[in-house]
């Protein structure tokens, strides 16, 4: 059997590079979250207004133009979309809503545990009852529709947006005496690795993410549906190679006390996670294979991608996002929305006979 395959190579590869990121500059246990760098890049263009939340983050953009350059060579560059493009987006949404209440996507929660975080076991076990709840409906019938097939330049829309933010972040260009975008001067969205570090690990990762369709929730779905550990080795390999990557940088603090950007409260970790699970499940895989899947020119991840942002917007512009300190008086509210969202999509979408 073969143990060195592209989910291990893709998973190892985000183990290694998020800690170094982190060791440059990228918050704690944060050096390559989707959710969280997509909060940051929101901010950055000012959906919101929380200062230190805002930096337009070049992983994400090295993420979907490395898939570009991966799709493209591989002759996997295939536009598609117009699948529910509402019931996306709300899907995204209230993903986005459920990852800042538990601070961080999928790939942060192993990257936290890879760093010792005890708090983020909660989180995962709780993505993976989301999981479960995605497969539940999937084999009573659920199903968004199928994408159509599209033309080149509508595939491309996508990542010439990243272009244009790129373009953006380098020049930091002004419109008149504004900026055209927003950079933290503290907190989270003021710490950062270099730009052309944080760049250049995104395009690896995107290369090596669309190679090997590395994806949290598919490696959940796979082994239940399926017995297949072909992804989840490449989710044990994130965790084992963050562990060991932080441990040599000296970044690696096990214990549930005095984690970076992270809370104890359990049930909460637990719940808005299953939200995750839910909505990412439902909705086609976790944020970082929405964002590798825009690079392939699909256009229903683009609008996934794009709920959250809008949730992003809303978790800080409202107040529905947690903090170290604990979550929000708001925060029962949100998940019971979010699940009967969740509820309705998965009851009202059904596969063609």
């Known amino acids: 059997m073969k143990i060195l395959t592209w989910p291990v190579v893709a998973g190892a590869a985000l183990g290694i590079v998020a800690p170094l990121l982190t060791y440059n500059g990228n918050p704690g246990n944060m050096g390559f979250c989707a959710a969280c760098f997509l909060r940051d890049t929101a901010g950055s263009l000012g959906l919101h207004h929380a200062a230190p939340l805002q930096y337009l983050r070049p992983e994400l953009i090295g993420l979907v133009l490395g898939a570009l350059a991966s799709a493209f060579l591989s002759k996997e560059f295939k536009p598609r979309g117009g699948s529910a493009p509402l019931a996306r987006i709300s899907l995204g949404f209230f993903a986005m809503l459920g990852a800042l209440i538990f ?111 590395f994806c949290t929730i598919g490696a959940f779905r796979n082994v239940v549906l399926f017995r297949d550990a072909h992804l989840l080795n490449g989710v044990i390999a994130l965790i084992v190679f963050a562990a060991i990557t932080n441990a040599l940088l000296g970044q690696f603090n096990l214990g549930f006390e005095k984690q970076p950007i992270a809370h104890n409260d359990y049930l909460y970790n637990f719940l808005s996670m299953a939200l995750c699970g839910l909505c990412f499940s439902l909705g086609g895989g976790c944020p970082g294979k929405q964002l590798v899947n825009i690079g392939e020119g699909n256009n229903d991840s683009a609008l ?46 059904k596969s063609e006979a």
Request: glycine share 16%.
């Open 103 to 213: 601070l961080g996507c999928p790939w942060r929660a192993y990257l936290r545990l890879g760093g010792g975080d005890l708090t983020a076991i909660a989180g995962i076990v709780g993505l993976f009852a989301g999981v479960l709840g995605g497969i539940f409906f999937a084999n009573r019938g659920f199903s968004l529709g199928k994408s159509k097939e599209q033309s080149q330049s509508s595939g491309l829309i996508g990542p010439i947006f990243a272009v244009i933010l790129l373009v953006l972040a380098l020049t930091q260009f002004k419109f008149g005496e504004n900026l055209a975008i927003y950079t933290s001067e503290k907190g989270p969205g003021a710490q950062h690795a270099a730009i052309w570090m944080s760049l250049a690990g995104g395009l690896l990762l995107g290369v090596l993410m669309q190679k090997s369709r």
């Open 304 to 349: 996934f991608v794009l709920g959250m942002l809008l949730g992003a917007a809303a978790a800080h512009n409202f107040g529905f996002a947690a903090a170290p300190t604990g979550v929000p008086i708001f925060t029962p509210y949100v998940l019971i929305v979010g699940f009967v969202v969740c509820l309705y999509i998965a009851l009202t979408n």
